[in-house]
């Protein structure tokens, strides 16, 4: 697999028309823009909008508007031609109807600590991080013990350690009490405070570009061109192979009782022998058979942890997009980066890490769909776990759009 860079200075123009799907007439004050990017714009009383300096490469669109469902697809402007129509559906909630199981009115003061902790992270710097419009979301407990999240607008989020107010349109959110595994999706619209600050925005970039480095973005996009090792980054696999040993000493004492109970053992002419040809009789002493004992008590598998290429586990799809999968997990290093202290602590088995190691895991057994922005889809088709289960978050978030200032050729 190798795809080779986009140039990253061809920007393109999307326009369309947003309508409701039922009348058919315009709707004005659409939030339309492209996913986790910070490029967006309303529409205006003509259902018109244009979306300018798109780079080169796929991503999705999103129309949201309060009343009407939400609008997505996949789009690539460089082969978008003429007017994009979207059809707003509205929602089929009616004015009158009573939710037969509404939110707590409690639930921030219960949940709100937990929601903020999975939401923005507990990173060293999520404490620059806020929700500036908390009382838009709702919690609801289900019986079956997990908490279902929602929100009646778009969160508003401040970022004032990357330099970020950011627009999220939850979708769904759910976390399991049972199992302690939590869901969510939702869409994302960015926009720069250096824009109305200029004088932090030497500072915003700077510590951009730190987030930036080592990021999921960042092994994304060297994933796509081919460049890991250049990047910093080392792919083992995580296959799991049957210990040789075990299966060894399973079969030479299974060799060893039938061997007893038979009439061989009374004749040496014909005592047979083990795979390194030495005769079963040698292995009837009790070191040999306590250590074949000892072998059974071990795991039955055993990590091979080989070290592999991008071109092992990816392929193009097309001339913009590329795939990456694996039937084995995969593990994810980053040497140019030491794990930090607040990670370390959270678990035991992260203490003697020296560098940032994350888990793949193709839960569904499908290959997952890279773009050249870092972009990669379907997100549920894989599971990550280790350190960017842990970084990976809202408040550690970029934008799809930026880049670096000094990108790597």
């Excluded at 930090?340 to 678990?347: G, L, M, R």
Aim: aromatic share 12%; charged share 25%.
């Amino acid at each position: 697999m190798a795809m080779g860079y986009q140039d990253a200075f061809s920007q393109f123009v999307l326009r369309g028309k947003v309508l409701n799907a039922d009348s058919q007439k315009p709707l004005p004050a659409v939030s339309v823009y492209l996913n986790n990017t910070s490029l967006g714009t309303l529409s205006d009383e003509q259902g018109l909008f244009s979306l300018n300096n798109i780079p080169r490469g796929k991503f999705r669109l999103i129309a949201t508007s309060v009343g009407f469902e939400t609008w997505s697809e996949l789009v690539n402007p460089a082969d978008s031609k003429g007017t994009i129509l979207i059809s707003l559906v509205p929602k089929s909630l009616q004015l009158g109807e009573v939710d037969v199981n509404p939110p707590d009115p409690n639930g921030w003061a219960k949940w709100g600590k937990l929601f903020r902790d999975i939401f923005l992270g507990t990173t060293p710097r999520s404490v620059d991080c806020y929700l500036d419009n908390p009382e838009v979301i709702k919690f609801r407990l289900n019986a079956d013990n997990t908490l279902t999240v929602t929100a009646t607008k778009p969160i508003v989020i401040k970022n004032y350690w990357l330099g970020y107010r950011i627009q999220y349109k939850l979708e769904d959110f759910e976390y399991d009490f049972n199992t302690g595994v939590v869901s969510y999706q939702g869409y994302a619209l960015f926009s720069d405070l250096s824009l109305t600050h200029p004088a932090k925005a030497a500072r915003y970039e700077q510590e951009r570009a730190k987030a930036y480095q080592g990021s999921l973005m960042e092994f994304m996009r060297a994933f796509y061109v081919n460049q890991l090792q250049a990047g910093g980054f080392e792919i083992r696999s995580l296959k799991k192979i049957y210990n040789p040993e075990k299966q060894r000493a399973k079969k030479m004492l299974e060799e060893i009782e039938k061997y007893k109970a038979s009439s061989v053992a009374s004749d040496s002419t014909l005592e047979p022998t083990d795979e390194f040809g030495m005769t079963l009789r040698s292995h009837f002493n009790a070191d040999s058979i306590r250590n074949f004992k000892k072998q059974m008590l071990e795991p039955d598998s055993v990590v091979s942890n080989q070290l592999i290429d991008a071109d092992s586990v990816g392929f193009a799809v097309d001339s913009s997009t590329a795939a990456m999968y694996s039937p084995d997990s995969l593990q994810i290093a980053y040497e140019l980066k030491m794990e930090p202290a607040k990670y370390k602590a959270i678990s035991k088995k992260y203490k003697e890490e020296r560098f940032q190691i994350s888990q793949f895991v193709f839960g569904h057994q499908k290959a997952v769909l890279i773009l050249n922005s870092g972009y990669y889809y379907s997100p549920e088709d894989l599971k990550i776990t280790g350190y960017w289960a842990w970084w990976e978050n809202m408040a550690t978030k970029l934008p799809y759009d930026y880049v670096p200032s000094n990108p790597r050729e």
